[in-house]
């Protein structure tokens, strides 16, 4: 089975940039697109990142997303960090059959 | 304005039945693709069922499949999610959530704020 693996945590300081890896486990990772969802405490979750590196309208460009196909992997970078981004945050895509989601990774801006 | 609004979750026994609705406003429904995601306390988000905008095509995740039926009636603007068989593992916030034209090639652009479904004795 597909599989997508992010670390578990990240933590960085305001100002400065982070970037979460989501790494697929098999094919192609650039075969179909991914997705990355924010999630903080208590809330349902919104979308940062579709189809790999758009961005929805209200998000600000801080939030970038890539696909390095060497690595089979995809990031994502916020930059200029803000302790409002303190969050869960999920890639997903689809592995032909499924939707897949990563398992998460919090990041925490201190 | 987008708006998706979860209803119908609440505690249930062990090999029980629920139905979700997802009331949906603000864009041309029949149009996009519509999925459901849940959420365990404490756990991360785990995809369970998608539907096409004409309701033709659907698709289930395999630990609910059998179990669980979507569909949705576009003439109400709503999506469903029909849960029978259910079981402690299924207890979890359900999130619906709106997609692109294609389940297969899209992600979610808007969710909705969950409808908490709790499965004990």
């Known amino acids: 089975n597909f599989m997508l693996t992010q670390p578990h945590s990240v933590s960085e300081s305001p100002g400065k940039t982070v970037t979460i890896s989501c790494t697929g486990s098999?094919?192609?990772?650039?075969?179909?697109?991914v997705q990355w969802y924010q999630q903080r405490p208590g809330s349902a979750p919104t979308t940062v990142i579709y189809?790999?590196?758009?961005?929805p309208s209200g998000v600000p460009d801080r939030f970038s997303g890539s696909i390095d196909s060497s690595s089979n992997s995809a990031s994502l970078t916020i930059s200029g960090l803000k302790t409002e981004d303190e969050a869960d945050y999920y890639c997903?895509?689809?592995?032909?059959?499924?939707?897949?989601f990563g398992g998460g990774t919090k990041l925490t801006v201190l | 304005e987008v708006q998706l609004l979860e209803s119908g979750g609440g505690l249930v026994q062990p090999g029980g039945s629920l139905r979700l609705s997802c009331a949906a406003s603000?864009?041309?429904?029949?149009?996009?693709?519509m999925t459901w995601v849940r959420q365990a306390p404490g756990k991360g988000l785990e995809w369970v069922s998608a539907?096409?905008?004409?309701?033709?095509?659907?698709y289930y995740a395999d630990s609910v499949k059998g179990r669980f039926t979507i569909s949705r009636d576009n003439s109400k603007n709503t999506l469903y999610l029909q849960m029978n068989s259910l079981r402690a593992d299924d207890t979890a916030i359900y999130y619906c959530?709106?997609?692109?034209?294609?389940?297969?090639?899209?992600?979610?652009?808007?969710w909705g704020q969950g409808s908490l479904v709790t499965v004990s004795s």
């Open positions: 603000g864009f041309s429904f029949i149009t996009y693709a």
């Open positions: 098999s094919g192609s990772i650039a075969s179909n697109y």
């Open positions: 997903q895509s689809y592995d032909g059959t499924n939707w897949v």
């Open positions: 189809e790999d590196n758009q961005r």
């Open positions: 959530a709106k997609l692109g034209y294609k389940f297969e090639t899209s992600g979610a652009g808007y």
């Open positions: 539907v096409s905008g004409s309701g033709d095509t659907t």
